[in-house]
Protein backbone atom coordinates (compact mmCIF):
# COMPACT_ATOMS: atom_id res chain seq x y z
CA UNK A 1 0.00 0.00 0.00
CA UNK A 2 1.36 3.64 -0.72
CA UNK A 3 2.58 5.61 2.01
CA UNK A 4 0.07 8.52 2.33
CA UNK A 5 1.31 11.92 1.58
CA UNK A 6 1.27 15.23 3.13
CA UNK A 7 -1.14 17.42 1.74
CA UNK A 8 0.24 20.06 -0.68
CA UNK A 9 -1.49 23.32 -1.27
CA UNK A 10 -1.45 26.10 -3.75
CA UNK A 11 -0.89 29.69 -2.30
CA UNK A 12 -1.38 31.06 -5.40
CA UNK A 13 -5.01 31.77 -5.19
CA UNK A 14 -4.48 34.34 -2.71
CA UNK A 15 -2.27 36.34 -4.50
CA UNK A 16 -4.92 36.20 -7.64
CA UNK A 17 -8.10 36.86 -5.34
CA UNK A 18 -9.06 33.90 -6.66
CA UNK A 19 -11.81 33.22 -4.23
CA UNK A 20 -12.25 29.60 -5.48
CA UNK A 21 -9.45 28.25 -5.52
CA UNK A 22 -8.91 30.14 -1.69
CA UNK A 23 -11.84 28.32 -0.78
CA UNK A 24 -10.56 24.74 -1.82
CA UNK A 25 -7.32 25.47 -0.53
CA UNK A 26 -8.44 26.68 2.86
CA UNK A 27 -10.31 23.19 2.68
CA UNK A 28 -7.62 21.32 2.65
CA UNK A 29 -5.62 23.00 5.11
CA UNK A 30 -8.32 22.46 7.75
CA UNK A 31 -8.19 19.07 6.89
CA UNK A 32 -4.62 18.65 6.57
CA UNK A 33 -4.12 20.32 10.02
CA UNK A 34 -6.47 18.66 11.96
CA UNK A 35 -4.98 15.45 11.06
CA UNK A 36 -1.22 16.11 10.59
CA UNK A 37 -0.80 19.47 11.98
CA UNK A 38 1.39 19.63 8.77
CA UNK A 39 1.19 20.36 5.17
CA UNK A 40 3.32 21.85 2.45
CA UNK A 41 2.88 24.76 0.36
CA UNK A 42 3.79 25.81 -3.81
CA UNK A 43 3.64 29.15 -5.47
CA UNK A 44 4.49 30.65 -2.00
CA UNK A 45 6.70 33.64 -3.55
CA UNK A 46 9.78 32.46 -1.90
CA UNK A 47 11.94 32.39 -5.08
CA UNK A 48 13.50 28.64 -5.57
CA UNK A 49 16.67 29.87 -6.41
CA UNK A 50 17.19 31.80 -3.40
CA UNK A 51 16.25 29.21 -1.09
CA UNK A 52 18.88 26.81 -3.40
CA UNK A 53 21.47 29.12 -3.31
CA UNK A 54 20.96 29.59 0.31
CA UNK A 55 21.33 25.74 0.92
CA UNK A 56 24.59 25.41 -1.78
CA UNK A 57 26.13 28.54 1.05
CA UNK A 58 24.82 26.92 4.21
CA UNK A 59 26.70 23.47 3.07
CA UNK A 60 30.17 25.83 1.82
CA UNK A 61 29.96 26.94 5.65
CA UNK A 62 29.33 23.51 7.55
CA UNK A 63 31.95 21.94 5.65
CA UNK A 64 34.59 24.72 7.02
CA UNK A 65 37.22 23.48 9.74
CA UNK A 66 35.48 24.63 13.41
CA UNK A 67 38.04 26.65 14.24
CA UNK A 68 36.65 28.73 11.26
CA UNK A 69 33.16 28.07 12.21
CA UNK A 70 33.52 29.39 15.72
CA UNK A 71 34.49 32.47 14.17
CA UNK A 72 30.81 32.90 14.39
CA UNK A 73 29.88 31.68 18.24
CA UNK A 74 27.19 33.54 19.77
CA UNK A 75 27.42 36.41 21.91
CA UNK A 76 26.85 35.86 25.78
CA UNK A 77 23.91 38.40 26.09
CA UNK A 78 21.93 36.69 23.28
CA UNK A 79 18.18 35.41 24.07
CA UNK A 80 18.73 32.66 21.86
CA UNK A 81 22.15 31.35 20.58
CA UNK A 82 22.39 33.52 17.21
CA UNK A 83 25.29 32.34 15.62
CA UNK A 84 27.11 29.12 14.75
CA UNK A 85 26.34 26.39 17.28
CA UNK A 86 26.57 22.51 17.98
CA UNK A 87 24.48 20.48 19.91
CA UNK A 88 26.38 19.23 23.63
CA UNK A 89 27.92 16.03 22.86
CA UNK A 90 25.76 14.57 25.57
CA UNK A 91 22.55 15.52 23.47
CA UNK A 92 20.38 12.73 21.60
CA UNK A 93 20.31 15.45 18.68
CA UNK A 94 23.20 14.91 16.38
CA UNK A 95 23.50 18.33 14.39
CA UNK A 96 25.24 22.08 14.21
CA UNK A 97 23.16 25.06 13.28
CA UNK A 98 23.67 28.53 12.28
CA UNK A 99 20.37 30.90 13.61
CA UNK A 100 19.83 34.34 13.04
CA UNK A 101 16.73 36.73 14.03
CA UNK A 102 15.68 39.16 11.51
CA UNK A 103 18.01 40.92 9.04
CA UNK A 104 19.21 44.18 11.51
CA UNK A 105 18.96 42.68 14.94
CA UNK A 106 21.98 43.18 17.10
CA UNK A 107 21.83 40.00 18.43
CA UNK A 108 22.93 38.30 14.61
CA UNK A 109 26.60 37.04 13.99
CA UNK A 110 26.73 36.00 10.71
CA UNK A 111 29.95 34.36 9.15
CA UNK A 112 32.82 36.34 7.26
CA UNK A 113 32.72 33.54 4.63
CA UNK A 114 31.80 32.03 1.93
CA UNK A 115 31.30 35.47 0.28
CA UNK A 116 27.35 36.31 0.10
CA UNK A 117 26.54 34.20 2.68
CA UNK A 118 25.09 36.78 5.13
CA UNK A 119 22.67 38.74 2.22
CA UNK A 120 21.35 35.67 0.90
CA UNK A 121 20.33 34.50 4.56
CA UNK A 122 18.85 38.34 5.22
CA UNK A 123 16.97 37.64 1.88
CA UNK A 124 15.30 34.17 2.92
CA UNK A 125 14.41 35.27 6.45
CA UNK A 126 13.00 38.73 4.69
CA UNK A 127 10.88 36.25 2.05
CA UNK A 128 10.12 33.73 4.30
CA UNK A 129 8.54 36.44 6.46
CA UNK A 130 6.27 37.35 4.02
CA UNK A 131 5.12 33.48 3.52
CA UNK A 132 4.63 33.62 7.16
CA UNK A 133 2.68 36.56 7.74
CA UNK A 134 0.37 34.86 4.05
CA UNK A 135 0.44 31.76 6.00
CA UNK A 136 -0.65 32.93 9.17
CA UNK A 137 -3.72 35.06 8.03
CA UNK A 138 -5.12 32.05 6.12
CA UNK A 139 -4.47 29.39 9.22
CA UNK A 140 -6.46 32.31 11.63
CA UNK A 141 -9.21 31.69 8.85
CA UNK A 142 -9.43 28.65 9.17
CA UNK A 143 -9.80 28.00 12.71
CA UNK A 144 -12.18 30.12 12.77
CA UNK A 145 -10.81 32.86 15.11
CA UNK A 146 -11.44 36.72 15.18
CA UNK A 147 -9.82 38.58 12.43
CA UNK A 148 -6.02 39.44 13.22
CA UNK A 149 -6.34 37.31 16.14
CA UNK A 150 -2.97 35.41 15.07
CA UNK A 151 -1.28 38.93 13.93
CA UNK A 152 -1.79 40.70 17.22
CA UNK A 153 -0.86 37.90 19.14
CA UNK A 154 2.37 37.43 17.42
CA UNK A 155 2.84 41.20 16.98
CA UNK A 156 6.61 40.98 18.08
CA UNK A 157 8.33 39.64 15.03
CA UNK A 158 11.59 40.93 16.73
CA UNK A 159 11.87 37.07 18.26
CA UNK A 160 10.99 35.58 14.88
CA UNK A 161 14.17 33.03 13.94
CA UNK A 162 15.81 31.50 11.04
CA UNK A 163 17.55 28.02 11.32
CA UNK A 164 20.31 26.41 9.11
CA UNK A 165 20.51 22.90 9.86
CA UNK A 166 23.05 20.44 9.26
CA UNK A 167 22.55 16.83 10.75
CA UNK A 168 25.66 14.56 11.06
CA UNK A 169 25.67 11.02 9.35
CA UNK A 170 23.96 8.22 10.99
CA UNK A 171 26.31 5.84 13.11
CA UNK A 172 26.18 1.95 13.83
CA UNK A 173 24.91 3.33 17.35
CA UNK A 174 23.24 6.66 17.04
CA UNK A 175 21.18 7.52 14.16
CA UNK A 176 19.15 10.50 15.76
CA UNK A 177 19.22 13.97 13.79
CA UNK A 178 16.47 15.62 16.22
CA UNK A 179 14.70 13.81 18.18
CA UNK A 180 10.62 13.47 18.47
CA UNK A 181 9.50 17.07 19.55
CA UNK A 182 6.38 19.62 19.03
CA UNK A 183 8.12 22.89 17.97
CA UNK A 184 7.06 25.60 20.56
CA UNK A 185 5.96 28.61 18.37
CA UNK A 186 3.01 28.90 16.00
CA UNK A 187 4.05 28.09 12.48
CA UNK A 188 7.56 26.65 11.44
CA UNK A 189 8.25 26.92 7.97
CA UNK A 190 10.65 24.42 6.26
CA UNK A 191 12.80 23.87 3.72
CA UNK A 192 14.53 20.22 3.09
CA UNK A 193 17.47 19.39 0.89
CA UNK A 194 17.39 16.71 -1.19
CA UNK A 195 18.31 13.89 1.71
CA UNK A 196 14.80 14.70 3.64
CA UNK A 197 14.61 13.16 6.92
CA UNK A 198 11.62 14.39 8.16
CA UNK A 199 8.78 12.79 9.12
CA UNK A 200 5.54 13.35 10.80
CA UNK A 201 3.80 10.93 13.41
CA UNK A 202 -0.25 10.07 12.21
CA UNK A 203 -2.20 7.13 14.12
CA UNK A 204 0.91 6.15 15.81
CA UNK A 205 2.89 5.67 12.50
CA UNK A 206 6.11 8.16 11.50
CA UNK A 207 5.14 9.24 7.82
CA UNK A 208 8.24 10.62 5.64
CA UNK A 209 7.98 14.17 4.29
CA UNK A 210 9.12 13.42 1.03
CA UNK A 211 11.56 16.90 -0.25
CA UNK A 212 9.77 18.50 -3.69
CA UNK A 213 11.82 20.84 -5.65
CA UNK A 214 9.53 24.33 -4.65
CA UNK A 215 7.84 22.91 -1.98
CA UNK A 216 7.76 24.45 1.81
CA UNK A 217 6.68 22.53 4.63
CA UNK A 218 4.23 24.69 7.17
CA UNK A 219 4.45 22.76 11.14
CA UNK A 220 1.29 24.13 13.09
CA UNK A 221 3.07 24.42 16.32
CA UNK A 222 2.33 23.98 20.20
CA UNK A 223 0.71 27.53 20.43
CA UNK A 224 -1.81 27.13 18.05
CA UNK A 225 -2.49 23.69 19.66
CA UNK A 226 -3.24 25.18 22.39
CA UNK A 227 -5.58 27.89 21.48
CA UNK A 228 -7.52 24.39 19.43
CA UNK A 229 -7.56 22.30 22.63
CA UNK A 230 -5.29 19.88 20.43
CA UNK A 231 -7.47 19.98 18.09
CA UNK A 232 -4.57 20.17 15.95
CA UNK A 233 -1.67 17.78 16.75
CA UNK A 234 1.35 16.46 15.65
CA UNK A 235 4.64 14.90 16.54
CA UNK A 236 7.74 15.49 14.20
CA UNK A 237 11.39 13.95 14.42
CA UNK A 238 14.31 13.93 12.01
CA UNK A 239 16.02 11.05 11.08
Known sequence: MAEPLIPTV?????TKNDEDGKKKAMEVITKACSEYGFFQIVNHGVPINLLQRALELSKVFFEYPSDEKLKSSPASNAPLPAGYNTQPQQSPDKNEYLLMFPPGSTFNVFPQNPPDFKRTLEDVFSKLT???LLVETIVNQCLGLPPNFLKEYNHDRSWDFMVALR????TESENN???EHEDSNCISLVFQDEAGGLEVRKDGEWIPVIPAKGTLVVNISD???VIQHHLFFFVIKVT
Request: proline residues 11%; hydrophobic residues 40%.
Open 223 to 225: VIQ
Open 177 to 179: GLT
Open 167 to 170: YFPA
Open 10 to 14: DLSPF
Open 130 to 132: ETG
